[in-house]
């Protein structure tokens, strides 16, 4: 009897998709059973993506490739433009999902949150699945409540579509959480070189070649500073953190927001 994981991959001719596609084949308990993208269309997921043997075809349509492959979790690294789509397609399915896709609103996840709760059915919405960076999140939101005044700073690589990250963006709502208010004590000025404010703490972006996912969150107090950076050099740094969602997504109620959750 078969008792893997059976896994779909929304989004596996991209980088994530592709690197995601590696380490689930890798995997003793899970399998992919289902592809889905725009490019490749009909080709092997063995002939698109290094390092793997697979038959799998990848289709264009999420909603017939689910149907087809009878997935027990989907996991989307697409686009802002097709996650939503792409999510509501998996729950309305009754197949949980696990989102890697950043552009993701607040009014977006409360969307699917009543979706869920309609069909039952969970969801993992991470900005981030690198251990490492959701630590980062946690120690910069326990500095907070002794170093006030803070901003951060997040580098990707020129391809990313969105800015700020949803990892920063994820930062600033978990420090101003944990301090219990918008953070009052930046400097002065509403220029656009001040960067883009959430949560009340201001987020600065950078896109250039070279980079992968790397973030800073800078706390000033009086003669002295305190940094905490995170840096993912490797798109593999985020498959321990994937992995573990597509094991755990099953077993969450609801829609649930952050890989802290899991830890």
Do not use: W
């Not at 799998?56 to 097709?82: C, G, H, K, Q």
């Not at 490492?132 to 690589?157: D, N, Q, T």
């Not at 219990?180 to 404010?197: D, F, L, M, P, V």
């Amino acid at each position: 009897m078969n008792d893997k994981i059976r896994v779909l991959i929304a989004g596996i001719c991209g980088k994530m998709g592709q690197e995601t596609a590696r380490a689930v084949t890798a995997e003793p308990d899970m399998e992919v059973v289902g592809a889905c993208d725009v490019s490749f269309v009909g080709c092997s997921i063995g002939e698109v993506v290094a390092g793997i043997k697979g038959e799998v075809r990848i289709n264009d349509d999420l909603a017939a490739a689910i149907d087809e492959s009878r997935p027990d979790v989907l996991v989307d690294f697409t686009s802002p433009a097709a996650v939503m789509a792409n999510v509501r397609a998996s729950l309305e399915r009754r197949v949980p999902a696990v989102v890697g896709t950043t552009g993701i609103t607040p009014e977006n996840l409360e969307e699917l949150r009543a979706l869920s709760d309609k069909t039952g059915t969970p969801a993992l919405v991470a900005p981030n699945f690198a251990i490492g960076a959701v630590l980062m999140m946690k120690f910069a939101a326990e500095a907070s409540r002794y170093m006030p005044a803070v901003e951060i700073i997040e580098l990707h690589h020129d391809r990313k579509l969105d800015a700020p990250s949803g990892t920063s963006v994820k930062t600033a709502e978990m420090i101003a959480a944990a301090k219990g208010s918008g953070n009052a004590e930046q400097g002065a000025g509403a220029s656009a070189a001040r960067g883009e404010e959430h949560s009340g703490i201001r987020i600065h972006s950078v896109r250039l070649p070279g980079l992968v996912a790397h973030q800073e969150v800078i706390f000033g107090g009086r003669g002295q500073t305190l940094t905490i950076r995170h840096d993912s050099i490797d798109r593999s740094s985020f498959m321990p953190g994937v992995l573990m969602a597509i094991r755990k997504v099953r077993g969450l109620k609801g829609v649930v927001h952050g890989l802290e959750n899991l830890l």
